[in-house]
């Protein structure tokens, strides 16, 4: 059953006198459609997190060093680069990763950049569900060429794919979701989803000034006379 906004504190039919705006992570939005039970392993969590972390950081490095053409090549001291910065990064922010995954790590990311993963952390991206209510997406990686990732140090599953097409809806193209399956990669490209955001409870929205919704990502488009897309 959808949620009733027409009295809501926030909500101005005056455009230009509105203040405030609800706003949903796309975490939240999956969370809540498909109420996720994951295994409480606080090694695991804190490995992917700081995964994610660690490998947007070595991109950037290889970006600054103007390595990024090398990854086509079977390059020796390229690999050992990669292996010894993700080591010492996963190393240097947690005290709960063991040897193995940080050794796990170091396979992951010279897998991810042999395939041709890589990139820069893309800005977070903003767009309007419905009136005065919007969605925040930030895919993992944007490559030189245009490509946006997101990427998992575990199998694809149906939370991740989700997660993806959501991104996929809010930027407004396809989005490539890349997995870890234990030895190997798995690679999909998927493209928006459907969803029906008046459906979601109003307990999942936070309400967040116009003007900081505004400083995440500008230019932006207006359209049919309300704020729809941010570029």
């Known amino acids: 059953m959808g949620n009733d906004f027409s009295t809501s504190p926030i909500y101005r039919d005056d455009e230009d006198q509105l203040d405030f705006v609800y706003t949903i992570s796309t975490s939240k939005i999956v969370k809540y459609l498909l109420n996720p039970t994951f295994p409480d392993d606080p090694i695991r ?13 070595v991109c950037y490095l290889l970006k600054i060093k103007g390595w990024q053409s090398l990854l086509m090549y079977d390059c020796e001291s390229l690999e050992e680069f990669i292996e010894e910065e993700i080591y010492m990064y996963l190393e240097e922010h947690s005290e ?7 050794e796990e790590g170091q396979e ?18 903003v767009r309007e569900a419905f009136k005065s209510h919007f969605v925040f997406a930030k ?3 944007r490559s030189e060429y245009g490509t946006l990732y997101e990427f998992k140090t575990y199998p694809i599953n149906e939370y991740a794919e989700l997660q993806a097409k959501i991104f996929s809806w809010v930027y407004n193209e396809p989005v490539h979701l ?5 030895d190997k990669i798995e690679e999909v490209v998927l493209n928006s989803v459907n969803i029906n955001f008046k459906n979601i409870p109003n307990e999942f929205w936070e309400i967040e000034p116009l003007q900081m919704l505004l400083s995440y990502s ?7 006379g309300y704020y729809r897309t941010f570029l």
Do not use: N
Not at 45 to 57: C, D, I, N, S, V
């Open 218 to 224: 500008k230019p932006f488009i207006r359209e049919y």
């Open 139 to 141: 895919a993992d990686l």
């Open 45 to 57: 969590a804190e490995f992917g997190k700081l995964m994610e972390e660690g490998y947007q950081h």
């Open 178 to 182: 890349v997995g870890w399956d234990g």
């Open 108 to 125: 992951i990311a010279k897998v991810f950049f042999q395939h041709g993963v890589c990139g820069l952390t893309p800005k977070t991206r």
């Open 96 to 102: 709960l990763l063991r040897e193995d995954e940080l």
